[in-house]
């Protein structure tokens, strides 16, 4: 494991020992548990993190971040998931924030940039809509100018943390005219401007991480478009390419792994534990062995950011597959070592906060089902597996 | 070797399919996880007796029509748990109290006695209990717990298996839920039906408790509990059969980049997979029923595994791929194609998982060579 | 198993009796070994069938066939297969033989059935073109008319047994104008007719099987043309219809599946056999489940055909998928539970007539890798698997 | 942990790559396997001990050094036996005979002496032989047999594995392959190289054919043979890097229905999935080789399990779909694809197969939990 350096492993000490100090344990307990974060938990652990000056992990130096290298940065994000921390809301941190320093003006930086930081303003986001998925550019949410203001009326989806959020970025048509991908623009919208309804999408595993965003006759400042009218595609696909190394989902996927080869020293069968059968072992190590080869592959993807010149290939894509996959057969397998445990429901509003009384299972079972089952997202998410097959065919049959 | 329902069964799966299509709704169900009123219409219409022989009480059918009504329920996601009643517990009491009381209530109406086998630990090895029974003057002491006893709110008895110490065999209990000393947690399963923990803390039964041969029911409870795999078996296969046509459904109708997305190769692919996989359970499960309709007991054992084994995989695949397909809209509870892959998982833990069954199976030929 | 009944049965001891008479030991040894079959072999063995009015299995009686039901065909196609009878050749059997009786003329019929019937001419199809596989209706292929001949120029490819056969049916191009299923006929040809240059195609199992065959200046009498000029391309698809059960490679499959399970009780390890390892055990259920489901799959195709009424979905395309998928696990497992033995060349020329007196491996191992090697092949003929799959898609998202 | 080579390896990677592409042809071969002069260019070059430490003789690389040599030579499918000699017997003479002649003339040129130590029923399990060794006076007798030697044929002398009666370990024996009582018997493999089956029938040997600890090349066999599967890998990897591009270019030029066969997403997804496998692969062999160049032994030897295993699984595929989506024309021993495949092949049973090897690093895990 000689990826990282001495230095490496100091600072991640340093991570792990704040982790320790920092984080109240029952949070903790909560977030092994794998349910979706609350916006309580994520403002207490962000302040704290901003103490540190660690709240916004990826950001330069000059606009509030510790200007880590990618590296730290990767070192970071898995201290903290196997440290049980609950995850810095992503809207902010990784997505509108990089697209506002890096094509807000000043006012811009200056009015959101802080509130970010220290999770006073929590984000979220509004591209997808019903009728625009996997092809994001066919978007019909439209943003009209009437004087000072922009008057928006559509619809978006899939918008995480949307019931707790109090910004709102979209991507709105502009003009209708033209290649669908030149009349969009970028917005930033107060979420408790009239016209906006938001309403809770249910996903299956019973959990409320998702909404649907209503905009009837919003009516946004012209000073909250960010950089020009009618180029916000361009900034989105920036911010698009950024995710790299973060959808490898490798901490995730140990955090994950971790825990089945724990419930499975939990399980028992006839002849004892099932960690120690046979069959079961062997089903483990090729998990364990896939999460190694994706692991380096996607340390061969930092490394490549490391040294800026990023190869022809769409290695994001490849990291993006293996670990969504990767993920939902670990937690498919969880599911199964589990057994008759995993049968029951353990509904993310019983079983978040504190554990009840009495269950139909024992401890290590809360969350497994339900994470399980809203994995099954993670490949559709963030450009279906699909998408990127279509890109790396295209990037290898071109070249 | 039956391939297609006959005339009779065609009726009756055309009964039952509309059943389910026209009246069935579990709107208004208590925790119980059945309408006591639905279930009496379930027993009148005959379904529950389907498949057991007329000699023990049943209307004379077999495997085929047992798995018949089961894929119907399979196809609409009914809730009500006939596979624990009508497959396990009929097919168990036919074999150790044929004719007997107990089973016509259970296949006419009146009482809903059910088999409480399943502890977490067997993980699908069908012999491995560990609740006790212990010699108590005239009667028995149990201890020992069941878990995930689906439809187990439901029961108005229960059925417990259980070893009386110093002696081999399995013994079925009959007991009241309301038995002091029998502690009944009942909870909500992850495909919405209803089930219960038991345990059992020094259980007292009088010895009129005991149904069916005393220490001597491991081969009649090895063939009920394969009925019963074979009757969700055929429940899944339906489930993957509407997950498959759902998903074929939106496939025509969604647009992205200005096609349908029918029109993509890979997803056509996909499809054709969740087809191939949909046709190869149904095969392995009529299989596996042409072998419960035979006199070969160890060739329906292997074929009860391999059935299982086999739509377990098929199950995960095609639920799995009919979320994919369907993106973001089939990951939402509301949708529903979602709730297929729900049951599916939740098939795949029932009676022991897919794996299991395939290392049963292996174990059989193996037993069988030497 | 009761899909057969018993009748059936008293006629699978009947086939499985007169092959056990019929066929000499060696051959039985030779085909054990699943080389490609000899001339000699093919005649030797269609010629002690006609005997028993057996070797031509498919055809109805008044052709000269025994009238067999289907299920009668499946039973003597497996029996055949399991007892070690070299394949007959199904160029004269499945494809041209039926041709001729259901769209040929008297004359045609008189003077090419009896032929096939008792293997005095083999035969050998001409349809492939380098430049036209999948999309077989691209053939370039062409056949002039010259008074009472056509001229025939072109080449052919994948041409089974060409080397050994003495008739060649062909696909030609006699109209270039209009759709290209429109302009094809399908045409007898004398493979001693000037003109004619076959060329060996070694597979990457180093075995002879294959050609390719040039056609320059070939004149080809009229009479020699099958029904109607341009109307071929309907002839060839009932053909290709025609397949159906005996493209699911039950027998094969099953060959090879007993042939694993026999080297794999040979086969030693460090605790004993091979066979009794619940590891490989397990692999091995694997696949005899998916032999079992595979097989039930292909009776019940076998039932449609006899009720008459096939159902609207492309089952053959599932069995040939599954049937070809399957038979390529089985055969990579048979190499890996050879280990080093399965690591010699075997080559057929030396293994398959007799074995030689050293060897470098035991005799069960000779034959395997070829075989394996070779069979790579079959999800690609017939019409690949990815072809097979655009069929079921089709037909579903159609219907 | 290093990716991606240093100037120098980039350079002799560069080399070999343009050696193996001009220069390097396998007409002319013997059946030796291998022709004498070319094998002597080799060393004049330095290749065969670009892995060996300096202290030992080599050149003073390591693992990551010998892999980017074996890559080049698998994407060129050159048959010469380096991995055999450069990896195996090179490793465990650098361990058990350092500085020594053998070694010398092994690395420099002028001798070829060659580890014999496969077994049929080792299957992979290192440490798995059943020649034996008797003391004999001063001397030895043994008796037993080694399969698919590769490069056998090309060796001049043997080094044999064998165990003493009496003792625990493993000792090894120098033989010259003109010993009475040795039978070699050669052959061709199904990747077109040479190997060779070793009986030995009562081999009579002085006491200085021992070579390196009587019964204590144990662990420095482990390390050798462990290395010998880093250096096969890599020669995988380059093997499925060549098939998938040439998969590639075949998908670009080859048309039916009208269009580039490449541009039908279904094949698209495919060579992706070719791509991705070749990637996996490529890492894990990345991730051993950095655990060969650290001194946790336990961890060495799991890495380079898993290493064998991903790649097997990953080269079969990659082999397969190469001809797959090359249709007819990868079927052919002229076209080329095919013989990707073949060595692909060859290489999952070369030194354990890698279902073996899936085996060995969970039996490794266990072992290291408890």
Redesign the interface.
């Known amino acids: 494991m000689s990826f990282f350096t001495a230095e490496d492993e100091t600072f991640r000490l340093e991570v792990r020992r704040f982790i320790q100090t920092a984080l109240p344990l029952e949070m903790r307990e909560r977030n092994h548990r794998a349910y979706h974060p609350t916006r309580d938990d994520v403002v207490l652990w962000t302040k704290a993190l901003q103490q540190k000056g660690w709240s916004v992990p990826s950001w330069p130096i000059e606009y509030g971040g510790p200007g880590w290298t990618v590296r730290q940065r990767h070192i970071f994000e898995e201290e903290c998931f196997l440290g049980g921390a609950p995850e810095l809301s992503p809207q902010g941190n990784s997505l509108v924030g990089p697209v506002i320093y890096t094509f807000g003006n000043q006012e811009q930086k200056t009015r959101f940039l802080p509130g970010i930081i220290s999770a006073d303003q929590l984000w979220a986001q509004g591209f997808s809509e019903p009728n625009s998925g996997s092809d994001l550019a066919s978007l019909r949410t439209r943003a009209d100018r009437d004087g000072d203001h922009y008057v928006v009326n559509g619809q978006k989806t899939w918008t995480s943390e949307g019931h707790f959020s109090d910004w709102l970025f979209l991507l709105v048509r502009t003009r209708q005219d033209g290649k669908p991908q030149a009349g969009i623009s970028f917005l930033l919208v107060d979420m408790k401007t009239p016209g906006i309804t938001v309403r809770p999408i249910i996903s299956i595993d019973e959990g409320h991480s998702l909404n649907e965003v209503f905009l009837e006759d919003v009516r946004v400042p012209v000073e909250n478009l960010v950089g020009e009218e009618n180029q916000g595609w361009t900034y989105a696909k920036v911010l698009l390419g950024e995710e790299r190394s973060f959808s490898a989902m490798v901490p995730r996927c140990k955090m994950e792994f971790e825990r089945l080869r724990r419930n499975a020293s939990f399980s028992r069968t006839s002849r004892g534990r099932l960690i120690d059968d046979p069959h079961f072992a062997k089903r483990l190590s090729a998990l364990e062995i896939e999460l190694l080869a994706h692991e380096t592959t996607t340390w061969r993807v930092l490394a490549e950011e490391e040294s800026g010149h990023a190869g022809a290939m769409p290695t994001s894509s490849i990291i993006k597959i293996k670990g969504t996959e990767l993920l939902q057969q670990i937690e498919l397998l969880s599911v199964e070592a589990l057994g008759l445990d995993a049968m029951p429901v353990y509904p993310e509003e019983e079983y978040r906060e504190a554990l009840p009384a009495t269950m139909p299972g024992p401890v290590h079972a809360v969350g497994v089902t339900s994470e399980m089952f809203y994995r099954r997202a993670a490949t559709i998410y963030g450009g279906t597996n699909e998408i990127q097959r279509n890109l790396i065919a295209g990037t290898l049959l071109k070249g | ?1 039956q ?1 297609l329902p006959d005339e009779a069964q065609s009726m009756m799966r055309d009964t039952v399919r509309r059943w389910v299509e026209k009246d069935y709704s579990a709107e208004g169900d208590s925790t119980l996880g059945c309408d006591p009123d639905r279930w009496a219409f379930l027993a009148e219409q005959g379904w529950l007796a389907a498949g057991v022989s007329e000699e023990a009480g049943g209307l004379g059918g077999n495997a085929f029509d047992l798995c018949t009504i089961a894929e119907e329920l399979g196809r609409g996601l009914v809730r009500d748990a006939f596979v624990p009643f009508a497959g396990a517990t009929a097919n168990l009491l036919a074999q150790i109290a044929p004719g007997s009381d107990l089973l016509q209530e259970l296949l006419w109406g009146g009482g809903r006695p059910l088999l409480a086998h ?1 502890e ?4 699908g ?1 069908q012999l ?1 209990i560990e609740t006790t029974a212990r010699a108590d003057g005239d009667g028995f002491v149990l201890d020992g717990r069941k ?2 006893v689906l439809g187990g709110p439901f029961a108005t008895s229960l059925l417990i298996s259980a070893r009386i110490e110093g002696e081999d065999g399995i013994t079925i209990f009959q007991i009241d839920p309301g038995q002091p000393g029998l502690t009944q ?1 009942s ?4 495909d ?1 039906r209803s ?3 038991l345990v059992l803390d020094g259980v007292k039964l009088a010895s009129d408790a005991l149904v069916g041969p005393r220490s001597g029911a491991d081969n009649a409870l090895i063939l009920a509990l394969d009925q019963a795999i074979l009757a969700s078996c055929a429940e899944a296969v339906g489930a993957m059969e509407a997950a498959m046509l759902m998903t ?1 459904d939106y ?2 109708t969604r ?4 096609s349908e997305i ?1 029109k ?6 996909r ?3 969740m ?2 996989e949909t ?3 149904r ?2 499960v ?2 596996a029923i ?1 072998a419960a309709c ?1 006199e070969d007991v160890a060739q329906r054992q292997r ?1 009860a595994a ?1 059935a299982k ?2 739509v377990a995989q098929a199950g ?1 695949f095609v639920g ?1 791929q009919a ?2 397909l369907h ?2 809209i ?5 949708y529903g194609v ?2 297929y ?2 049951r599916l ?2 098939f ?3 009676l022991g ?1 897919g ?1 299991a069954h ?2 049963r ?3 059989l ?2 037993a069988e ?1 030497t």
């Open positions: 070797m391939f399943s977490a630990a067997a993980r090895e491995f878990d995930a947690q909870f909500r399963t992850i919405n089930a219960c923990n074929r496939l025509r647009k992205q980049f200005g029918g993509f190769q890979a997803l056509q692919h499809l054709a997979d087809f191939i046709e190869q359970a095969s392995i009529l299989r042409d035979g074929l391999a084994s086999r995960l799995g979320i994919q993106g973001g089939g990951m939402t509870e509301e979602g709730h892959f729900k998982m939740a795949d833990l029932y998982s794996n395939l290392e199976f292996a174990a030929q193996q060579r």
